[in-house]
């Protein structure tokens, strides 16, 4: 019998991200939904992960948390959805670089800049991401190459990219340039994505209800 996949949620979150995952996975899951103020700072929860903040995922006794991370696993735990290049395919290289400059430089400076914190020009050296104009400088000619960041096929790296720049257009905190506005829409087509709004945007209106 295959290991249960339990996934923690709130859909006002980034677990956004791994409900997409694990929609392409394809893999049957349970979803706990968890609310900011109670259950994710419950010692219950807490014992999950001690940060008390959402998404993680549980799979048979293996926990893991952080967005990035969650994709990462899945990808590796089912091979055969193609979601990652496997062990040793020259793309692995590139699949790591910019799932993880997603989850590094871009969410740092897109979440600087929505605080309003800018990094004096003189400390930009001391930030790993540089200023975020750089960041978006790169991320442009990454998807401005090809279809997709690792190879001619969809994997975890364009998912976790894909939402940091979808988001990040829809709420001001990147600009729309042509390049990523033609990445997103593609990638907003997948019937994974599609499924996962739905679900996560039926949740979304059911806990306002209940408010």
Request: glycine content about 8%.
């Amino acid at each position: 019998m295959a290991d249960e996949i339990v996934f923690y949620a709130n859909p006002m979150s980034r677990a956004r991200i791994v409900r997409w995952m694990l929609e392409e996975v394809g893999e049957p899951y349970r979803t706990e939904i968890l609310d900011y103020g109670t259950t994710m700072k419950a010692p219950a929860y807490l014992a999950i992960n001690p940060m008390g903040k959402v998404p993680a995922l549980k799979h048979g006794d293996t926990v893991v948390t952080e967005a990035a991370a969650i994709c990462a696993y899945l990808a590796d735990a089912f091979p055969a959805k193609r979601l990652a290049p496997p062990p040793g395919d020259q793309m692995r290289g590139p699949y790591y670089r910019w799932l993880f400059f997603a989850a590094g430089p871009l969410e740092a400076a897109t979440t600087n800049k929505a605080l309003g914190f800018i990094v004096p020009p003189e400390r930009e050296r001391m930030a790993g991401y540089g200023t975020l104009d750089h960041v978006l400088d790169t991320i442009e000619g990454a998807v401005s190459k090809a279809d997709y960041l690792a190879g001619n096929h969809f994997t975890a790296a364009d998912l976790y990219l894909g939402c940091q720049l979808g988001w990040g257009m829809q709420f001001g905190t990147i600009e729309k340039r042509p390049a990523f506005e033609r990445y997103w829409q593609r990638l907003a087509k997948r019937p994974a994505w599609i499924r996962a709004s739905e679900i996560d945007e039926k949740l979304v209106v059911g806990m306002k209800k209940a408010e």
